[in-house]
């Protein structure tokens, strides 16, 4: 796992070298995961072009995707974005745009994360949440899994922050691949490091400012014991990750697929 450095991204990295318990590794290059594209500077797309990027998986919700607007990379031929969204969606209320003030309050209750109920209940709250995302959206989270198996070339998953959606399948990706638990706790873990930039960049945004003014920066740590939590929870319950999934329509060619997309 290593950090990538960009002018606009801050939680940017490569899965490349996040070890599996039969040995083997992810190579690098095949699975990237960052906050969300926005802001991209034509270096930094450059810079994802050389990487060989071909896909993008945006797990923002409409309402997001609406606000901020869909990205530099849906300008790129050679690049396809698929969107999938993890979070129940609801008709809003067009946000007023004669006064930035008025933007941001409404903006600020009309994030689909706001007072959602997690349908899963467990002791450890982002736990809950990220076990509800299979719950309420297993479609959706299939997708993305069978996109990450299908891309041609590098794969990019991204949401806003870079941190629950995106972290929770990325650690479903790499634990069906037989990533060693421990490695896929460490990377979700990493966000952690860069958590004031990360919460300083969505700040910038009107969609995103009053949701995060006045809650300490602890409150979104991505903390080691959340991700064991998710996953324990999954392998108590079904036996494995990959049981888990198979219960939303994976299946072991998927798995197959998977495995020669990162290791081979």
Not at 4 to 22: H, I, K, M, Q, Y
Not at 65 to 92: C, I, K, Q, W
Not at 148 to 163: F, M, P, R, S, T
Request: with cysteine; hydrophobic share 40%; glycine share 6%.
């Amino acid at each position: 796992m290593a950090w990538l450095s960009f002018e606009s991204l801050v939680n940017a990295r490569d899965l490349g070298g996040t070890p599996t318990a039969d040995g083997r590794s992810v190579q690098p290059g095949r699975l990237l995961r960052s906050d969300n594209l926005q802001d991209l500077t034509p270096a930094d797309v450059g810079q994802l072009l050389e990487l060989g990027l071909t896909d993008v998986i945006d797990l923002r919700s409409d309402f997001e995707v609406t606000r901020e607007g869909p990205g530099p990379m849906n300008s790129e031929p050679s690049v396809r974005v698929h969107r999938y969204t993890f979070l129940p969606e609801a008709d809003h209320t067009p946000l007023p745009t004669d006064d930035e003030e008025d933007v941001a309050e409404v903006a600020a209750r009309a994030l689909p994360w706001v007072g959602l109920e997690a349908t899963v209940k467990h002791d450890n709250p982002y736990a809950s949440h990220y076990l509800s995302y299979l719950a309420d959206k297993p479609a959706q989270v299939a997708g993305a899994l069978r996109t990450i198996a299908e891309a041609e070339g590098a794969v990019l998953v991204h949401c806003a922050a870079g941190k629950d959606r995106t972290g929770t399948t990325i650690a479903l990706a790499l634990m069906l691949v037989g990533a060693e638990e421990d490695a896929v706790i460490d990377d979700y873990a990493l966000s952690s490091e860069r958590m004031q930039l990360i919460i300083d960049r969505l700040s910038a945004s009107t969609t995103y400012r009053e949701n995060l003014a006045g809650r300490p920066l602890s409150s979104h740590m991505t903390r080691p014991d959340t991700m064991r939590a998710f996953i324990d929870h999954l392998v108590e319950e079904y036996g494995s990750v990959q049981q888990a999934l198979q219960r939303i329509g994976w299946t072991d060619a998927d798995t197959e697929r998977l495995r020669a997309k990162l290791l081979d």
